[in-house]
């Protein structure tokens, strides 16, 4: 997040207007502070449960206590992803503690539930991204891929000992390479893309496809080698890369980046394309003669209707846009509601509606056609000194359909009537 301070300050008045009527809201909400203080609410409760997570563990206090400045040792939340198999939801990013290390939480189902997931102990391993399979939790590392069993990850091999003849090269037992982006479409396969340079900001990404996930379509032999099991199949393709969202209409992700040109373009890939050979960049998506938005730092998610959204940074500041029909719609929200602030994620919810989460003033809701504030801004926690309520990242619950929100050191849920 590009405004965020030193300290980030709860919001005191949450519980007093809950109980305020006049203010509308009629759906209560989850505060999980991560490793400061944790607060909790049972759908219906009046009552809010406050947890704080120290050397002694995890432990309740009687009364909220107030987020003090950030120590150097703090957990800055980056990612939030549903966990289907298990429910609730899994969060992770950086803490100060040491450097390169990573912190991985899953949140829920029960209300104050908190349990930190045991990692591989790997120098400097990073945890970038997560995915729901639907049959539990991917994680995407700076060295390869991650499952969630249980409360611990563990690698995910592939195809030990297995030899690719066909490239003259051998195959390595795991995927060893940075991941920077998850995406699951809606056959349940799975995609990443990574680098080996390991650095986010390189455009010329490669990339791979797990596919599927769904053990009954693993294969049990690779060019005439027999297995003791059955393995996914591992894939890969190549694209210009900076944004990726699985396809939610058909098999395939979409993919936002920059060619080798310098023009920006919108690919659809397809498992059919993907090869154990990388292929060269897919065709674009977009109509010749249709100007592609050239946006920084962007987010793209897509519906079950075929629509993508894509949201970024433009000439003209933030802007959105919905790609349905061959074309671009701007479909920005209004600048009363926007501020002049940027986008930080984009989710689209069970029934269609569009989330977007800016870096200063909460959650924007786009349904039928209409820009709203989210009503969970209320109960986010502000930058010290500023008015500034900043969201780094969102997930929707597969199971219940309650939307997760994170800030730097808190999460909040949202759940409906």
Known sequence: MRDRRAAIQPDAGVTDRRRQKARGRRRPWLGLPLLLATACVEPGAAEV?????????????????????????????????????????????????????????????????????????????????AADTGRGVVLGTSNGLLRVTGDAAEWWDMFPGAKCTTTLTVEPSRVREYVAALAVDVEANLWAAGSRRRSIGYDGFSGFTVLPTDPARWITELLSKRFDRPYPRLLRWRAPFRAMAGDAAGPGVWVYGVRGDGRPDLMHVDPAMATVIPKADPDSSVPAGTAVPSLADPSITADRQGRVWLAGDGFQGARLYRFEGGAFDDVTPPAALLEGRRFSQLVVGPGGELYAATDGVGVLLLTDGTWAPHPIKESLPTVEGTELKPVSCMAIDRNSGYLWVGTDNNVLCWTPD
């Open 49 to 129: 449960e406050h947890y704080g997570v120290g050397s002694g563990g995890m432990r309740a206090f009687e009364t909220p206590a107030p987020i003090p400045a950030l120590p150097e040792d703090r957990t800055a939340l980056r990612w939030l992803a549903s966990d289907s198999e298990s429910g609730g939801v899994i969060g992770g990013g950086a803490t100060g503690s040491a450097p390169g290390a990573t912190v991985v939480w899953r949140f829920g189902p029960a209300a104050g539930q908190v349990v930190e997931i045991a990692l591989p102990r790997e120098s400097g391993l990073l945890v970038t991204a």
